[in-house]
């Protein structure tokens, strides 16, 4: 689904925000590797149990003890189903880009489908959905038009990206949103609520990104590592709900995206995560079908 909000601005604002941002999926940035797709290794660390899981922490040591363990809960957790929206805004029209799918938290890989601006490409209504499979070295999207031949594969090295793949696929990867909360400074326990039916806890502050790059799993490292290239600041805000269990059910950053604007351009990623431990596929892309040839960028 696609929001376009007419406040004053221009159909190229909305390409140079929401596709060079939101989606991404220009080829600034992504230049396609050839390499068979590898299995990778789980990318899990030594989950201790924690000492306020199943509690409310309303101090804010405590609560930043809970925010930070939430990426191990999931792990406990196994797997989950995923909703994804990243929103952008520039030149007053709003841009919103939505997604689904399915992420096992254990071996760090999920895969989504993104709705994608009708704009992007010139494609109009009716283009497919970007299927997209996440793994922590390298995103794979298939369907992503801009000259590549249909039902074949780019590939993009994480690492490479300036911000990790935070925001560039038009969602965040769900295992690196939670890692992103190992460097969550000054949280608040703003209290319970329902989500989805689910008594959550609400916390809200910032995550320092170099201290959660120094201090999440060995998968996801090299990206939030990267990270710390592609925005303005290193501190990013962050409204985050956990369940009793400490499993992270919805978490929302506010990144401001350095792409030459002045003062950088703001983004809302939001991942919503729901039915732990529904079974999810994910089957990583064939050498033979990855593209190794020329992307063309989207113009208007």
């Known amino acids: 689904m696609v929001v376009r909000d007419r406040l004053g601005g221009g159909t190229a604002a909305a390409l140079a925000c929401g596709v060079t941002l939101t989606v991404g999926l220009l080829a600034t940035g992504c230049s396609p590797s050839g390499a068979a797709a590898e299995d ?30 939430s990426a ?34 254990r071996r760090a890989v999920g895969q989504l489908r993104i709705a994608r601006p009708e704009t992007a490409g010139g494609d109009g209504p009716g ?5 997209e499979v996440l ?21 993009v090295d994480t690492s490479s990206l300036a911000d990790g ?27 319970e609520q329902r989500l989805d039916g ?47 269990a400490g499993r992270l059910r919805k978490v929302r950053h506010r990144f401001r995206f350095a792409n030459g604007a002045a003062g950088g351009t703001p983004v809302t990623s939001t991942t919503e995560l729901y039915g732990f431990g529904a079974p999810v596929a994910v089957v990583l892309p064939e050498g033979r079908d990855i593209y190794t040839g020329k992307i063309a960028t989207w113009r208007e």
């Open 127 to 131: 283009q497919r959905p970007i299927t």
């Open 198 to 244: 689910v008594v959550v806890r609400h916390y809200s502050g910032t995550t320092d990104l170099a201290a959660a790059a120094g201090a999440a799993v060995a998968g996801v490292r090299p990206a939030l590592t990267a990270a710390q290239k592609g925005f303005t600041t290193r501190a990013v805000p962050f409204d985050a709900y956990l369940d009793e």
């Open 40 to 69: 990778h290794a789980p990318a899990r660390r030594a989950v201790a149990d924690r000492a306020t899981a199943g509690r409310a922490p309303a101090e804010g040591g405590a609560a930043e003890r809970a925010v930070r363990s």
């Open 135 to 155: 793994t922590p070295e390298a995103l794979y999207m298939k369907n992503r038009g801009a000259g590549v031949p249909a039902g074949k594969w780019v590939r």
């Open 165 to 191: 793949n935070l925001v560039t696929g038009g969602a965040t990867d769900p295992l690196a949103a939670a890692e992103l909360l190992r460097g969550a400074r000054r949280v608040t326990y703003e209290g």
């Open 72 to 105: 191990d809960a999931l792990v406990r957790a196994g797997s989950s189903k995923v909703r994804t929206a990243m929103e952008t805004a520039s030149g007053g029209t709003r841009v919103a880009i939505r997604g689904a799918g399915g992420y096992d938290y």
